[in-house]
């Protein structure tokens, strides 16, 4: 797998995380956002069954972790009572100073990589309207998704990475309760 990005400047890794890197993608996550939710949100969502390694993300710059994306599970409930998963993309931080550079979007295109990799086709985002169309997210809505939190139509996105990954999947969106509130 080739996993160097090249962007306008740096050269940036991007590779699963790995235990020792735990306390730096804390901070890299708390300074990115400005609050430690997101970060203590990943310390927990690494104790739970679903979480997989392959899919929490770092992005190395000279050998220093500088940016963490994860994606995790999230299901579905279609309004005939049945249920189906999908992934949700995020937290995604990266370190103040060396946003901008491209580290976002080499992350998230390597995560959606692997999602594609591993079959999972369907991915789900809440997050700025403006950043995530680029990777082919669009308004959740015009699949017919909704989400479990109450987030404006244009902040909830979807995107399908094989074509008609959403056909005939509709309904509510549910993230693990450690979102709830972060
Ligand atoms: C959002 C974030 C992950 C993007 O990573 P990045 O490495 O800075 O971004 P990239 O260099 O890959 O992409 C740059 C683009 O992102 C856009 N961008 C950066 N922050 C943005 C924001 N808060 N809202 C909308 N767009 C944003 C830039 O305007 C730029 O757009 P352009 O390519 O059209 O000029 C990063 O800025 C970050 O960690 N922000 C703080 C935490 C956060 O908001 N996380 C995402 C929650 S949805």
């Keep these: 797998m080739d996993d160097t990005t090249q962007t306008e400047g740096p050269i940036v890794l991007v590779r699963p ?5 735990y ?3 804390f901070e890299v996550l708390e300074k990115a956002f400005g609050r430690p939710d997101e970060a203590q949100l990943v310390e927990k969502l690494r104790q739970t069954e679903n979480f997989d390694p392959r899919l929490s993300l770092v992005a190395l710059r000279d050998g220093v972790v500088v940016g963490h ?3 995790y599970p999230v299901t579905v409930e279609m309004p005939d009572g049945t249920a189906t998963h999908a992934m949700g993309l995020g937290p995604v931080g990266v370190l103040p100073a060396h946003q901008n550079i491209g580290i976002g979007e080499a992350l998230i295109w ?3 990589e692997i999602c594609r990799k591993e079959k999972e086709y369907r991915v789900i985002v809440v997050g700025h309207p403006t950043y995530y169309p ?3 997210f669009k ?12 987030v404006p139509d244009d902040a909830f996105m ?3 990475l094989k074509s008609g990954a959403w056909d005939g999947i509709t309904g509510v969106a549910k993230y693990h309760p450690f979102f709830d509130g972060v």
Excluded: N
């Design 158 to 160: 979807a995107c399908e």
């Design 17 to 21: 995380e790995q235990e020792p890197m």
């Design 23 to 25: 306390p730096v993608v």
């Design 110 to 112: 390597q995560g959606l």
């Design 139 to 150: 308004r959740a809505s015009t699949f017919g998704l909704k989400c479990a939190y109450d």
């Design 134 to 136: 680029r990777f082919g």
């Design 69 to 71: 994306v994860l994606f």
